[in-house]
């Protein structure tokens, strides 16, 4: 089925929307709170809550792209349980993946509002200079915090290789800002 | 989250939805190369295995080598750059501190080691220090260089290639997803002369290798090192007495957030000193790995492989690898994580 109308089936008040969401975007929903969560009983209630948190959202929204709308709608969920969960430690790749984004990013002074839409503007500028892998790369890395491992067997590449793109991305990341004037 | 990461996240949360979708893209199955390729792949691999293989070179003005009968040029790896380095520690009192840097891959998820294997030696190199570091109370340290790595290559002969080992060894290394039915598997090849010093050694099998990387059925491709051309410094070593001793204190790296809640029970499986060889690293430096398993893993390991399909969870174990610097405390300056290196 078509985004569209699998959007529409929501805007009807259809049940059917939830199955057509979870047949078409189920998967994607489990590996977007997975790297952020470890246990299966805490991912399998994030899921739901996901497919409980579109049908609220619907409408009033009418999302453009229905996975990637999905896709934060879960996030958000997955990080409110990862707090509460913290205290239990229960997976620490979330903030290794801000650790290593830290050094490049994290030295900005962008507590203002205004100054973090113009970094997040330079990072999409960025990344639309960035080959679709290397992008690719970076975005499972540091929007959906996916493992080095998760990284290069989904894309049949060694760790090294992500490790390297990822490093040489970070490094041409922080001059793209310099050279922005936003560091 | 810590609320440091807070701007960071908020950051990430304003990518264009149009990125979102790409990186969620299935990726396909497609052969990275046609089918021939594979065959000839596979046959170069099993040749490897055999020892009768055979590499590379980007100096294509030496003799050249027949592929097909294992005819080489054994001169080949004399024009690759030797490793050179200190023979002794020169003054124990001039030299400097060294940044010492780990990047956790985050990998583990609590409960159990971040490597499924069917058995310990599934995860067992042939690292020539492998159970056999005594007597070492020294290594040379290397700066790291731009382009340690080479890009990946997909399915190029080996014809094709840079480098060629006249002496190596095959090692292979697999491990299993929670379902226990598909896995990774990760080769290396490395130059090997058991004639050499035991350091010696350990150079050629850290810097004189290309790992290999295997697509299931699908293909292969390998990454080449590119060994340091600048002078190693010596430094002296802590023993493994002492490398035991920080292990158990949880003084180690490790990818697994969660070894060091083992530190003190973990069954060390093997020890062996390994140079990390990343990118990130401002220094080329060894450590002393440890490869442990715990039987505290195995309840929660076999729960989850159950719940994910796995009939026979039993037939499974569970390891971490995990790292302590072998160069002596008062010459390192140890960052807990690396994001940029600072030379």
Redesign the interface.
Known sequence: MEDYEIVNLYWERSETAISETKKKYGH?IV?VIGNIL???QDVEECVNDTYFGAWNAMPDARP??L???L??IAKNLA?KR??YL?AD??????????????????TLD??QEII??Q???A??AF?KMKK?LH??IF??R????D???GIA?????????V??IL??I??EL?KYLESEGLM | ??N??K???????????????????E?SKIC?FPLWKCIVAAACACVLVMGSGLFLSKYKDSKSQNIGNGEVNKKQDEVLPGIKYEKNVADKNSLEKIVCNF?????G??GHGWLIVKSFEDAASKNPTRNNTGGITQLPVFKNEDGL?S??RDGQDFKESEIYFGNRLYEEKRDYSYDGASG?R?GVCFRSDKQESLTDQLLEYTFYRL?F?F?GE?GW?Y?IMKPPSGTGKMYPVISLEEAEKKLRNGEFFSHD??AVDVAGTAQVLSVELEYMT???QSYLQPFYKFTITDKSWYKELYK?ME?QGCKTPEEYKSVSEVYVPAVRDEYIDIKD?A??RTN
């Open positions: 994607r590996y470890s246990l299966e453009g792209y996975s990637a709308f896709c934060r990080l990862y707090k913290v430690k229960r997976n620490k790749s979330l903030e290794t993946a801000f650790e290593e984004l830290d050094g490049v990013i994290g962008i507590e973090a839409k970094v997040a503007e990072v999409n990344l679709p992008r690719k975005v499972r540091y929007y959906f915090c493992s080095i491992d067997a989904h894309l049949n590449l060694s760790k090294s290789a490790k390297s490093f040489r970070r490094k922080k | 989250m810590k440091r990461y701007k960071l996240y908020d950051i990430m949360e304003l990518l264009e939805d149009g990125f979102i979708e790409e990186a969620l893209e990726e990275r990047m956790s891959e985050g990998a998820g609590g790595w890009d990946g990774n990760w790992n990387r697509y699908e491709g990454d957030a969660y990343e990118e990130y989850i719940s994580s994001v940029l």
